[in-house]
């Protein structure tokens, strides 16, 4: 029995119970939205991982991306990377090793994070037909669904399947050719086994059975835009949109089964685009919760690409996105370190929370609470409405002013100083 197999029957469960308040809502309305597939709650039956809700109504969720690759591959690393992540609130993890061995690296993400974590099998799929083969083109059909049944029983919480790279989808992006050509890995992997072995997507022929795994394990698919753009000048193009197409029918066929679903979005897009795409996605695919992998709004800005991600959050989370994939300053450079991680989720928090703004779910009472320790000159009063309470104090303190009650960008002409001296002195009636 799923979630939304619970939800159908009138049934809130403790996850649901927990979610409603961790959102401050009601409980039929997290239970109602589970059960038409509006919100999901990526939660493993063989884990127990701590409930996030994802989807209309709730706050914007971001993810943060972890995993060795063939270069660099430091276990340690990625497990510091990890509790970093959690440190800075984000609110899920996707565990994507290519390096070393997967089924450990994976077990040990596992166990040091309470999070939902989410994984790529084909990944596996591909890593291992390389290793034993010499290349992805040579996977066995049932190592893709081993690898979903492997993850699933060691407790991974949503998974992200290319089951909509099929051959429509294929014959539309050799027909229209793109200036940044296919940048999914995932994508790549299923393409390339398809037109090497001129047969049909196992995972999109064989769905029926990719679902009766998720409902076994009540992991949330995650469904993969294996056509997203690499580009500006390939967003929302035909190969893209006839993907869509097919999500919103294997959406349709996940809901018949009581199987949670989530739609990635497309990674490079212009501005002006993101409005567009989110009411497309919503509509094609039934109001499932969408994933924006990004997004990125330029390409010109590499080691900045996570404030090119954070311009692209809020506007996604504005026009309706419910899950954000984050971007670090390593994005299209190098694997990320530690710090990359830091600052890719806090960036990616940013953007989710100005775009929460806009659409309504909070009215900036955070925002309230920091003019307000400004005015008094609180100091720790702002920090602790600070984004990131530990960076705000140690720029300051590594900048120390003569005023304690001041910073030193004004020092003793702090016109907020001046004002609370005799603006705001409710004995000097000047205006009476």
């Known amino acids: 029995m799923t979630q939304m197999d619970d939800a159908r029957k009138g049934i809130i469960t403790q996850e649901m119970k927990s979610v409603a308040k961790i959102e401050n809502v009601d409980e039929e309305f997290i239970r109602k939205s589970i059960a038409n597939g509006t919100i999901v709650i990526p939660n493993n039956v063989g884990r127990s991982a701590n409930p996030v809700g994802i989807g209309a109504g709730l706050r914007t969720k971001v993810n943060a991306t972890i995993g060795t690759s063939t270069d660099i591959n430091d276990v340690d690393m990625e497990v510091e990377k990890a509790k970093i992540a959690m440190e800075n609130k984000a609110d899920t993890l996707m565990e994507l090793s290519i390096g070393g061995d997967l089924d450990a690296i994976r077990k040990t993400i596992l166990s040091v994070t309470d999070l939902p974590v989410g994984s790529v099998p084909v990944y596996q799929a591909a890593v291992e037909s390389i290793r034993k083969n010499g290349a992805a083109i040579y996977m066995e059909e049932d190592s893709m669904f081993k690898a979903i049944e492997t993850q699933a029983k060691d407790g991974i919480d949503f998974m992200a399947i290319h089951c909509s790279v099929n051959k429509e989808t294929l014959k539309r992006l050799k027909r229209q050719g793109?200036?940044?050509?296919?940048?999914?890995?995932?994508?790549?992997?299923?393409?390339?086994?398809?037109?090497?072995?001129?047969?049909?997507?196992?995972?999109?022929?064989?769905?029926?059975?990719?679902?009766?795994?998720?409902?076994?394990?009540?992991?949330?698919?995650?469904?993969?835009?294996?056509?997203?753009?690499?580009?500006?000048?390939?967003?929302?193009?035909?190969?893209?949109?006839?993907?869509?197409?097919?999500?919103?029918?294997l959406v349709?066929?996940?809901?018949?089964?009581?199987?949670?679903?989530?739609?990635?979005?497309?990674?490079?897009?212009?501005?002006?685009?993101?409005?567009?795409?989110?009411?497309?996605?919503?509509?094609?695919?039934?109001?499932?919760?969408?994933?924006?992998?990004?997004?990125?709004?330029?390409?010109?800005?590499?080691?900045?690409?996570?404030?090119?991600?954070?311009?692209?959050?809020?506007?996604?989370?504005?026009?309706?996105?419910?899950?954000?994939?984050?971007?670090?300053?390593?994005?299209?450079?190098a694997l990320p370190g530690p710090e990359d991680v830091k600052e890719g989720v806090i960036a990616t928090r940013?953007?989710?929370?100005?775009?929460?703004?806009?659409?309504?779910?909070?009215?900036?009472?955070?925002?309230?609470?920091?003019?307000?320790?400004?005015?008094?000159?609180?100091?720790?009063?702002?920090?602790?409405?600070?984004?990131?309470?530990?960076?705000?104090?140690?720029?300051?303190?590594?900048?120390?002013?003569?005023?304690?009650?001041?910073?030193?960008?004004?020092?003793?002409?702090?016109?907020?100083?001046?004002?609370?001296?005799?603006?705001?002195?409710?004995?000097?009636?000047?205006?009476?």
């Not at 940048?183 to 390339?192: L, T, Y």
């Not at 995650?222 to 893209?240: E, F, K, V, Y």
């Open 178 to 249: 793109r200036e940044g050509g296919l940048v999914s890995r995932g994508g790549a992997f299923i393409s390339a086994w398809m037109v090497h072995n001129e047969l049909e997507n196992p995972l999109y022929k064989n769905y029926e059975y990719v679902l009766e795994i998720a409902k076994e394990y009540d992991f949330a698919l995650s469904l993969a835009n294996g056509m997203r753009a690499g580009a500006i000048a390939d967003s929302t193009d035909r190969a893209q949109i006839q993907e869509l197409i097919i999500l919103g029918e």
């Open 252 to 333: 349709d066929q996940a809901r018949e089964v009581g199987v949670q679903t989530i739609i990635e979005g497309p990674g490079h897009i212009p501005l002006k685009e993101i409005p567009t795409n989110v009411m497309v996605q919503k509509k094609l695919c039934r109001g499932a919760p969408f994933y924006m992998l990004g997004p990125i709004v330029t390409d010109i800005a590499p080691a900045y690409d996570h404030i090119v991600s954070s311009i692209g959050a809020a506007q996604s989370a504005a026009a309706g996105a419910d899950f954000i994939c984050y971007v670090t300053p390593a994005e299209h450079l």
């Open 350 to 432: 940013i953007g989710a929370y100005v775009g929460d703004m806009a659409k309504g779910i909070h009215n900036g009472e955070l925002d309230l609470v920091m003019a307000n320790a400004r005015k008094k000159l609180d100091w720790e009063g702002q920090y602790a409405a600070a984004i990131c309470p530990s960076d705000a104090r140690s720029i300051r303190e590594a900048k120390p002013p003569e005023d304690p009650d001041t910073c030193t960008m004004c020092g003793s002409y702090c016109a907020i100083k001046l004002v609370n001296e005799w603006l705001d002195d409710a004995s000097k009636d000047v205006f009476d």
